[in-house]
Every structure is written in structure tokens, then in C-alpha cells.
């Protein structure tokens, strides 16, 4: 199966291409490297050095038969969000909708979108928030997100295009930056690490 993953040479995305090209899969990965690294990168997979918002997005298209799309890229920074709200739709809105054009024309089979946990929600009415809670994000990510996966909705039942979203909560673990916009785990891990 070919199998494209944007922000493949991220933390999330690396190791997602790593078992992907284990399992036998052909990998191509599509990164812009802003906040990827080549150094994640699995030798074994295809890389375009691209953005998502941008034209050349469809080279990959026309040149591989993709079948399954692991949608990773994003902009994630929750306070860069708020303070650039427009970088933040331009990249998570745009380059999205970009991406998902993509796999209607060229007909990919499903896209699954690496969606948010916490901020698609805001703040929690109950615990542990289930598939049923109120949707009210407050931050412009948590707004980009959401407004993805109602697209991905659309996408369905006007185009016929398979989805699947997943809303990660404290993702850690190898390649994670802990610098930044971290997880709480990574966060505490380094400073256990630093003896603080």
C-alpha cells in the first residue's frame, strides 16, 4: 500500500513512518521541515521537502498512487495560535483543505487526521470527555482542528472520501522535542532527567 504522511519527519509522524515501513508499506512523506527534522526521517521511505499550503503538494499525487493519507502537519502551538491566528488557519485551515482536494481528485482511499485532544474541546463540562462532549474550543488551534474535521465530514458525504480523526491527549516519546510546546510528560521527564 502507498501510504503518504505529511509532517512525516516530525515527532508523531516519524515514528508512525518507522512501524508503517515495517509493516511492509511504501512510505512517502511530505514535510516542510519547520519543525521536523531530517534526522527523523526513515531511509527507507520517499521524502518530498514540501509545504502543504503550497502548489507542489500535488507533485505527489501525480507521481504516486497514494492510497491511504496519515495527516500530521500542522501548526501546534497553541499560544502561536492565539497570537497569529491567521498563520495558524493559513497552515491547519488552508493547508488542510489543500491536502484534502488533493485526495479527492486523485481519489485516495482514507484520510486519517491526527486531530487534537484537549483544545478541540475547551473547558471540560465532565469527565474524562467521551465522543458525545460539547465541542467549544478556545484557542484559534482548537478552532483549525475542529473546523478539519467538519470538512473531513463534508468531504464524506459529498465526495465519498473515507476518514478516520484521532484526538491525541499527552502524546510522549522518542524524538519528542522537550523544548517548546511539549507535553506535559516530556516536560517532566527532562526535568527529572536534569535532577530538577
Known amino acids: 500500500m502507498n501510504i503518504l504522511v505529511t509532517g512525516g519527519a516530525g515527532f508523531i509522524g516519524s515514528n508512525l513512518v518507522d512501524s508503517l515501513v515495517e509493516a511492509g508499506h511504501k512510505v512517502i512523506v511530505a514535510d516542510n521541515l519547520s519543525t521536523g527534522r531530517t534526522a527523523n526521517l526513515n531511509r527507507k521511505a520517499v521524502f518530498y521537502e514540501v509545504d502543504i499550503k ?22 501546534i502551538d497553541v499560544r502561536l495560535s492565539v497570537a497569529e491566528p491567521v498563520n495558524d488557519a493559513g497552515i491547519n485551515i488552508l493547508g488542510s483543505l489543500n491536502l484534502l482536494c488533493m485526495a479527492v481528485k486523485y481519489k485516495a482511499g482514507r484520510i486519517i487526521f491526527s486531530s487534537t485532544g484537549g483544545a478541540i474541546y475547551g473547558e471540560q463540562l ?23 474535521e467538519k470538512y473531513l465530514y463534508y468531504a464524506k458525504a459529498e465526495q465519498k472520501l473515507n476518514y478516520t480523526v484521532l484526538r491525541y491527549a499527552n502524546v510522549y516519546g522518542p524524538r519528542q522535542d522537550p523544548h517548546g510546546e511539549a507535553g506535559v510528560v516530556a516536560i517532566f521527564a527532562n526535568c527529572l532527567l536534569g535532577g530538577q
Open 126 to 148: 465532565y469527565y474524562p470527555a467521551d465522543e458525545e462532549h460539547p465541542l467549544n474550543p478556545l484557542s484559534p488551534y482548537g478552532v483549525s482542528k475542529l473546523s478539519f
Open 54 to 75: 503550497d502548489a507542489p503538494l500535488e507533485d505527489i499525487f501525480k507521481e504516486r498512487e497514494i492510497d491511504v493519507i496519515f495527516h500530521l502537519a500542522a501548526q
